[in-house]
């Protein structure tokens, strides 16, 4: 079956830098993406890797390692609204997304 | 104004009854999407449709319809409501001339079945 894993919630502090993990096991790869996700409202995305390495976006990185079907979300300088569930989806072989329970970051003064 | 709007935000039914949430998009994405969000599980899909003729049924769409009644509309259906049809629904929308398949949210509706 299709799977993907990620840690179920965080705690980091402000000022901090955090890394959220996630690994998964799906019938083909075509792309995996991260999305944000305040409490009570609509996800939005974050970032997107079909290719292995790093792609960094401000104080968002997303990493990608396809032959150890992983990757990792690394925020820095964590503000308090960072806090909210991160979602990590991969798209399958035949292009459906395949999604994450959702990591929740909790952010501490 | 939402690019991508659900209506209603809220509803509270109870089981057997008949519901429908509607979805209206602004962005002129020819793709859209029913999912269903559960704590504790990933976003499941419903049904998604790529143009006003094609329908396809996702994940879990035993005891959902939907209607594509124009490009910009997509409306999910309950014929008859059941307690564990209670979740958070999300419309969403995508663009297919992107690689990236970023998907595009409405802000959920919040079905309670008693």
């Known amino acids: 079956g299709q799977n993907i894993d990620q840690p179920t919630e965080m705690t980091a502090t402000e000022g901090a830098i955090v890394q959220i993990n996630c690994t998964y096991q799906?019938?083909?790869?075509?792309?995996l993406f991260w999305y944000q996700q305040h409490a009570g409202e609509a996800p939005t995305f974050l970032s997107y890797?079909?290719l292995d390495g790093l792609e960094e976006k401000g104080r968002f990185s997303s990493f990608l390692s396809r032959s150890k079907g992983y990757s990792y979300l690394l925020l820095k300088e964590l503000q308090m609204k960072d806090s909210a569930s991160y979602l990590c989806?991969?798209?399958?072989?035949?292009?459906?997304?395949?999604w994450g329970a959702g990591t929740k970051l909790i952010i501490k003064p | 104004d939402a690019d991508v709007t659900q209506t209603p935000r809220n509803r509270i039914t109870k089981t057997g009854k008949r519901i429908m949430l509607e979805c209206s998009q602004t962005?002129?994405?020819?793709?859209m999407y029913w999912y269903r969000q559960d704590p504790g599980l990933g976003l499941r899909l419903i049904y998604y449709s790529f143009d006003v003729k094609d329908i396809n049924k996702g994940e879990i769409s035993d005891g959902y319809s939907v209607s594509r009644q124009a490009q910009a509309k997509f409306s999910l259906s309950l014929e008859s409501a059941i307690p564990n049809q209670t979740a958070l629904y999300f419309c969403?929308?995508?663009?297919?001339?992107?690689?990236?398949?970023?998907?595009?949210f409405g802000e959920g509706s919040r079905l309670t079945v008693l």
């Open positions: 989806a991969v798209m399958d072989s035949n292009y459906q997304l395949i």
């Open positions: 890797n079909v």
């Open positions: 799906t019938s083909g790869f075509n792309g």
């Open positions: 962005k002129g994405h020819d793709r």
């Open positions: 969403a929308t995508s663009d297919d001339s992107r690689d990236t398949g970023e998907l595009f």
